[in-house]
């Protein structure tokens, strides 16, 4: 039997014991106590933050944007869950905000172990996760799922990697109160993947943060021209594809100004060791430069100043670097997948996911074509303002309030039953 207050196994019914949804997350302002699932009441929310300061752009980039926003939208108090000192402090602090740093960091015994007693001891109310949560933890959990391609593409991940995953986060899904993902094509292959019912699986897009957003003084031309592509260092990102096209490009134009500026770590060494290979013969002559990971501030300038924006990634959850490309105004090149169309629209080039030629073809075209480029830089912005991180926020509180109210509820039924 579980200790008293521990939650095991899946949650029966959310569905048919919580209050349905709110249709309508994105309106403006704080919500104040009173107006959620659970009236006048406080709540306390963890969040485990241990994604801030690895580097992993796109789980980074979701809860450190989110948890932000939430300080903005809601009195609960927050209890966030770091495991690098550095990030720990530089967390601005703020009231109704509890900072905590774990130890030991390595997940195998966090998430188990610490993270379940460190919620205990803080007596949260539901507590946010991004794939992988507790398997015995004392209040609901909700977990963020950006995509599922540890699942359908394990030849691109570790086999250290495919364990922990393959055996972790559909456990946690399982267990999980409702799960969050970034777009509507996650949401369906989340379901076909895993037959969670349609009621447990919501989506809260990616945003864009506002540093990315166009500005009048966009620069003009510069004199070292320059492709840009965003992108860890693996095969799911396509990026030799990439390289091929750039090559033929150059095969057809000598003439050609642009270089292409690769930005990303490395994810398996010997992946990103075949990839250099492959472009060997242009980092030689400086035609191709692998910058490595760059803070947002130089990736802010990167892509104001590059030409056009490419991504040519095999797949995705959201795609976030193309959005954030067109936020700023430059033009985005993509491939034509289906989370790409959700995203992007038609204010983005898409193209062939591996089609050499056609990549080659797509960036002579927006290199040479200014009322292309006019036209992409106008339309790129307009389809960007549609993803704000506040409105994600908004999706995540509800989630997480809801959490709060089934577990409540739970509580409450044990006590008048008579149970330990």
């Known amino acids: 039997m579980p200790a008293r207050g521990i939650a095991t196994g899946r949650p029966r019914s959310p569905e048919a014991t919580l209050p349905p949804r709110d249709p309508s997350p994105l309106r403006p302002g704080p919500l104040p106590l009173g107006e959620g699932v659970l009236s006048g009441r406080r709540l306390r929310l963890g969040i485990d933050a241990h994604a801030i300061g690895e580097r ?35 967390w601005p602090s703020s009231p109704g905000t509890e900072v905590r740093l774990l130890r030991p960091a390595n997940p195998v015994l966090r998430i188990p172990v610490v993270l379940p007693v ?22 609901p959990v909700v977990t963020v799922v950006h995509d599922v391609a540890f699942a359908l593409f394990p030849q691109y991940f ?14 946690t899904m399982r267990r999980a109160a409702s799960v969050v993902t970034v777009s509507e094509f996650s949401r369906d292959e989340i379901r ?31 004199r070292d021209p320059f492709f840009l592509a965003v992108g860890n260092l693996q095969p799911r990102k396509n990026v030799a594809t990439l390289i ?9 134009h000598p003439e050609v100004p642009e270089r292409l500026v690769v930005v990303g770590q490395e994810w398996l060494a010997e992946e990103a060791a075949a990839l250099r290979l492959e472009a060997a013969d242009l980092t030689v002559n400086g035609r191709v ?49 289906p989370v790409m169309r959700e995203v992007v629209g038609d204010a983005a080039v898409r193209l062939p996911a591996t089609d050499v030629e056609a990549w080659a073809k797509g960036l002579l075209r927006v290199a040479t074509d200014g009322a292309l480029r ?42 008048e039953a008579g149970l330990p």
């Open 56 to 90: 992993r752009t796109g789980n980074e980039r979701f809860i450190a944007n989110v948890v932000r926003e939430l300080r903005g939208l809601c009195e609960h108090e927050l209890v966030l869950y770091f495991t690098r000192p550095e990030s720990a402090a530089a």
């Open 118 to 139: 460190r919620a205990f001891r803080d007596r949260l109310d539901a507590l946010l996760v991004q794939y992988t949560g507790p398997p015995f933890v004392s209040c």
């Open 158 to 171: 570790s086999l250290s990697d495919r364990l922990w995953m393959g055996r972790t986060i559909p456990a």
């Open 192 to 222: 076909r993947v895993y037959g969670l019912r349609p009621g447990r699986v919501v989506v809260a897009p990616n945003g864009v943060d506002p540093v990315f957003l166009a500005r009048p003084d966009r620069p003009g031309p510069r």
């Open 244 to 252: 091929r096209a750039y090559r033929r490009l150059l095969e057809w």
């Open 289 to 337: 430069v692998f910058a490595g990971y760059v803070q947002d501030a130089q990736l802010v300038d990167l892509i104001r100043e590059a030409t056009a924006f490419a991504y040519p990634s095999l797949y995705e959850g959201f795609g976030l670097p193309p959005l954030e490309a067109m936020a700023a105004g430059t033009p985005a090149l993509v491939s034509d997948i």
């Open 374 to 415: 006019e036209d992409l830089a106008r339309r790129g912005p307009q389809r960007a303002a549609r993803f704000t991180w506040q409105a994600s926020a908004r999706v995540v509180l509800a989630e997480l309030e809801r959490a709060a109210a089934l577990g409540r509820r739970g509580r409450v039924g044990a006590r």
